[in-house]
């Protein structure tokens, strides 16, 4: 049976000190002659409850819970946010949580099983590095100006104890966002083992051209890295480009520095939303000496991924402006994105990477 996996962050705060992040999973099962499945993993760090909930074969969803030990709603989930929602718990609450995880649980509601379909225990995750579900805002396989060959390699690495079944979901760049996964391809990653993906878009994914963004869900807790390369090898040349990880969560704000659109340099601004619900970004250029260059709001739909040159998303900065030997740009978002900026130098295509 394919495994559908969900992902629910809970941020928790003591009293006078905070926790370190911590991990829990859940996995969810049938209750009440239902059927269906689904997983969970739960992120702890703070009083801010990030949660994201996929099922599989299961009815709509009304309702979804963290429960207590008698199954008594202690936080309630937006159904219509399950994918990568955003509430608030309380510092008591997130302490109970973190000291006694057992004694809570993911318990969901259908409008076939309204008094509950799936249910799923909490436990500490003791597994190895990483995470069980992450994102990246860009992967792809693309050609550019002055005959660019940017192209992903991967790292998966599983330093846990059993065999990690990994899932890719693939996004491709869609300003009106995507229902579902343009490409979901299924990899095994054996303890111990970095699995070495190169040229991920094109020989794993199949993509012969094009960006998106990556969704990875796993069943164990893996550590996952890429790099994107000018690759110039088949020319007789060697490679340059800028490496980054897998992020667990979006965020709902950023500053993005280190930024150039001039002659010698061009900057592309990049964003994916990780949900099914659309969410309302605004994005602000400053020159460098603080001064507003320009600011446009936009609505991004549930998965959509853009990348853009930096003055085509925020538009509304005058053609006198636009050029500047260093800027930045603040943003904000009603919902979690992955926002990044890529400086590329127009003679040797070498790129950066800025989050």
């Given at each position: 049976m394919k495994r559908l996996t969900a992902l629910l962050f809970l941020l928790v705060l003591m009293p006078v000190a905070a926790f370190a992040a911590t991990s829990f999973s859940a996995i969810l099962t049938p209750i009440g002659g239902a059927s269906g499945s689904g997983f969970a993993v739960i992120t702890i760090d703070g009083t801010t409850l990030h949660y994201s909930v996929l099922t599989q074969n299961t009815a709509t969803v009304t309702q979804a819970d963290i429960v207590d030990a008698s199954e008594n709603s202690v936080v309630s989930l937006n159904p219509a946010t399950l994918s990568n929602g955003t509430t608030t718990i309380s510092t008591t609450l997130a302490n109970q949580i973190a000291a006694n995880p057992f004694g809570y649980a993911i318990k969901i509601r259908t409008s076939e099983f309204p008094n509950g379909a799936l249910i799923g225990p909490l436990a500490r995750s003791t597994e190895g590095e990483g995470s069980r579900v992450s994102y990246m805002p860009v992967v792809g396989k693309v050609g550019g100006i002055n005959n660019t060959n940017f192209v992903t390699d991967m790292r998966i690495v599983n330093n846990g104890g059993s065999v990690a079944n990994v899932t890719l979901d693939y996004f491709a760049q869609s300003a009106e966002g995507n229902g579902a996964p343009t490409v979901t391809k299924t990899i095994t990653v054996v303890p111990g083992e970095q699995k070495v993906l190169n040229d991920m878009a094109g020989t794993t994914l199949g993509i012969t051209s094009g960006l998106g963004g990556l969704r990875i869900t796993s069943d164990q807790n893996v550590d996952v890295s890429a790099r994107v390369i000018n690759d110039q090898r088949a020319a007789g040349h060697g490679t340059a480009g800028f490496s980054y990880s897998a992020q667990p969560a979006g965020d709902t704000s950023g500053t993005?520095?280190?930024?150039?659109?001039?002659?010698?340099?061009?900057?592309?601004?990049?964003?994916?939303?990780?949900?099914?619900?659309?969410?309302?970004?605004?994005?602000?250029?400053?020159?460098?000496?603080?001064?507003?260059?320009?600011?446009?709001?936009?609505?991004?739909?549930?998965?959509?991924?853009?990348?853009?040159?930096?003055?085509?998303?925020?538009?509304?900065?005058?053609?006198?402006?636009?050029?500047?030997?260093?800027?930045?740009?603040?943003?904000?978002a009603t919902g979690p994105l992955l926002v990044y900026g890529a400086v590329t130098d127009n003679v040797t295509g070498d790129a950066v990477l800025n989050q």
């Open positions: 993005i520095s280190f930024l150039s659109s001039n002659a010698d340099y061009r900057t592309n601004v990049g964003y994916f939303n990780p949900g099914a619900t659309a969410v309302t970004a605004t994005f602000v250029a400053h020159a460098a000496n603080g001064v507003i260059l320009g600011s446009d709001t936009i609505t991004i739909p549930g998965y959509a991924m853009t990348q853009q040159p930096a003055f085509s998303l925020i538009s509304s900065v005058p053609t006198a402006s636009q050029t500047q030997d260093d800027y930045f740009i603040t943003w904000s």
